[in-house]
């Protein structure tokens, strides 16, 4: 049983170390992007407000340059948290196991975590430039799976007594910031193009790293209620 809980608790440790590692890896390939957007493919490098994360992931940009640093370096990103991030679901069942209603819960955010790591991994298989509609609909199911299975935790942190509630909290916020993204990207507002390029790419770029923030955070309280009650 240690050795088990000692594997969970190194899980917990990794999550943190790849949710930094992807930031990272992304924020580098943004510098070596080969430039352009779908509207304006003249423009030059990487641009915070115009640019989505999956143009970091082109074969080729809309320039016409290669962009195969840029892809690898978004490749490897996507590849190491969302591996990790299937593991996660997979350690959080143990904190939750006492109740059935707990461990239904717990067993839907693993299932839901899961099916979002095998897609966010599938985005990387899937350039948009040679893919779109595919790469797209890989894209929104990796979102919505990733957003339901954060949202059992927020019952399950609250009525556990050995986890802190500001976890939850934490959990509450950011889902309903990434509730509102989703929800930008169905709903049609006649904005002009120019506008609604930059409203969704950059609200693109704050929920993803708010996304990877939470998680730090609540791995960071999984460690700590492990150190704390189980150690």
Request: glycine residues 6%; proline residues 2%; positive net charge.
């Amino acid at each position: 049983m240690k050795t088990l809980e000692d594997w969970r608790l190194k899980i917990f440790i990794l999550t943190m170390i790849s949710s930094v590692l992807f930031i990272s890896l992304c924020v580098i390939a943004m510098f070596f992007y080969s430039g352009g957007t779908e509207i304006n493919p003249n423009t030059s490098g990487y641009s915070f407000f115009t640019n989505f994360f999956s143009d970091l992931g082109r074969t080729e940009s809309p320039t016409g340059k290669i962009n195969i640093i840029s892809q690898i370096l978004f490749t490897m990103a996507l590849i190491i948290i969302n591996s990790t991030y299937i593991f996660f679901c997979s350690a959080m069942t143990f904190f939750f196991k006492e109740k059935r209603r707990d461990r239904l819960l717990s067993n839907l955010s693993r299932i839901c975590g899961t099916f979002s790591g095998i897609f966010g991994i599938g985005i990387t298989f899937l350039p948009i430039n040679l893919f779109p509609e595919a790469h797209l609909f890989v894209t929104m199911i990796f979102s919505n799976s990733f957003l339901i299975s954060l949202l059992p935790y927020i019952v399950l942190i609250l009525y556990n007594h050995q986890y802190e509630n500001r976890y939850s909290y934490v959990l509450i916020i950011y889902s309903i910031m990434l509730g509102i993204y989703l929800s930008l990207i169905l709903i049609d507002f006649n904005w002009s193009s120019d506008v609604y390029l930059i409203v969704l790419a950059t609200g693109q770029k704050i929920t993803i790293f708010a996304g990877f923030f939470c998680c730090i955070i609540l791995a960071f309280g999984a460690i700590k209620t492990y150190s704390n009650h189980y150690n």
